[in-house]
């Protein structure tokens, strides 16, 4: 079987989201991108949208909602908005130490503030019912 035939394709509405999301997200970071210095923007723009898909992904998953919400604003904007690739530019040109604190927060912080949109989004939840 081939890629193709194992999984279906994605609906055009799915793309669009998720084109404009990310172009949104991108434009987003880019305007942040002055705010500062490059690696502690781009550190605090990780950590941030970690929590923000944490908060996403437990208050639009199961709902209505669901199938525009995560295209766009999670895979999409906060796909877009978020980024790696910088993280890995900085670190592959011959790290310092505080570039190496910066990259272990993003990870430390990053994931336990994902946990954390989770768990509120859940309080919110319960709240709403």
């Known amino acids: 079987m081939s890629?193709?035939?194992?999984?279906?394709?994605?609906?055009?509405?799915?793309?669009?989201?998720v084109g404009l999301g990310g172009a949104l997200g991108v434009l987003a970071r880019d305007g942040l991108g002055f705010a500062g210095s490059p690696f502690a923007v781009i550190t605090a723009i990780n950590i941030a949208g970690s929590f923000a898909l944490g908060?996403?992904?437990g208050l639009a998953t199961g709902t209505s909602s669901e199938r525009w919400a995560i295209p766009l604003l999670g895979t999409g904007f906060l796909g877009g908005f978020t980024t790696l690739?910088?993280?890995?530019?900085?670190?592959?040109?011959?790290?310092?130490?505080?570039?190496l604190a910066l990259a272990g927060a993003q990870v430390v912080f990053g994931t336990g503030l994902a946990l954390l949109g989770l768990l509120l989004a859940d309080r919110v939840r319960e709240a709403s019912r």
């Open 55 to 57: 908060l996403l992904a």
């Open 3 to 17: 890629a193709t035939e194992d999984r279906p394709a994605l609906p055009w509405r799915t793309l669009v989201l």
């Open 85 to 99: 690739s910088a993280v890995t530019v900085v670190l592959a040109g011959g790290p310092g130490l505080p570039d």
